[in-house]
């Protein structure tokens, strides 16, 4: 979904500049690593988190499987040895607000898989919205929207 949109966007704006192939990888660990972020915040692994993780990659980013468990393997590494989110964060600022928001979303989605949301997996997910510039409002309709397909 992500790289559909990405691609009609450069080709409506007729960037010359972009490269898609040069930095759809680094977007996607980015956004893998977002995941794997929220997944850990809590201190505690949970089978539901991890399958979400991977479902959740396969549906935003159009891969299959195998695809997904490899790249949420180099994710946790990152998300382990990051010191800052925005380690992640600056490298999602060209996505457009209705990706951001499918982004956050899926980090509720993420959150709510074991049926409960911890204080540190929210402030993960509210900083991150701040960080990519994702509207408050729209911060709030993604946790809702995930807390509804959670029930």
Same mark, same amino acid.
């Given at each position: 979904?992500?790289?559909?949109?990405?691609?009609?966007?450069?080709?409506?704006?007729?960037?010359?500049?972009?490269?898609?192939?040069?930095?759809?990888?680094?977007?996607?660990?980015?956004?893998?690593?977002?995941?794997?972020? *929220? @997944?850990? #915040? !809590?201190?505690?692994? =949970? /089978?539901? +988190? %991890?399958?979400?993780?991977?479902q959740l990659l396969?549906?935003?980013?159009?891969?299959?499987?195998?695809?997904?468990?490899?790249?949420?393997?180099?994710?946790?590494?990152?998300?382990?040895?990051s010191v800052s989110?925005?380690?992640?964060?600056?490298?999602?600022r060209s996505l457009?607000?209705?990706?951001?928001?499918?982004?956050?979303?899926?980090?509720?989605? *993420? @959150?709510? #898989? !074991?049926?409960?949301? =911890? /204080?540190? +997996? %929210?402030?993960?997910?509210?900083?991150?919205?701040?960080?990519?510039?994702?509207?408050?409002?729209?911060?709030?309709?993604?946790?809702?929207?995930?807390?509804?397909?959670?029930?």
């Amino acid at each position: 979904m992500f790289k559909s949109l990405r691609t009609l966007f450069r080709q409506l704006t007729n960037d010359p500049n972009s490269n898609e192939a040069v930095d759809t990888p680094t977007l996607h660990l980015a956004m893998a690593s977002l995941l794997c972020e *929220v @997944a850990i #915040a !809590d201190h505690e692994q =949970d /089978p539901r +988190e %991890e399958q979400a993780k991977i479902q959740l990659l396969m549906k935003l980013l159009e891969i299959d499987e195998v695809t997904s468990k490899q790249l949420l393997e180099k994710a946790q590494l990152q998300a382990e040895a990051s010191v800052s989110l925005y380690d992640f964060t600056n490298k999602l600022r060209s996505l457009e607000q209705p990706e951001r928001y499918q982004l956050i979303e899926a980090m509720w989605q *993420v @959150a709510y #898989a !074991d049926g409960v949301i =911890d /204080p540190q +997996e %929210e402030a993960v997910i509210r900083q991150v919205s701040d960080l990519i510039y994702l509207d408050h409002s729209a911060f709030i309709k993604a946790k809702i929207s995930a807390k509804n397909t959670a029930n």
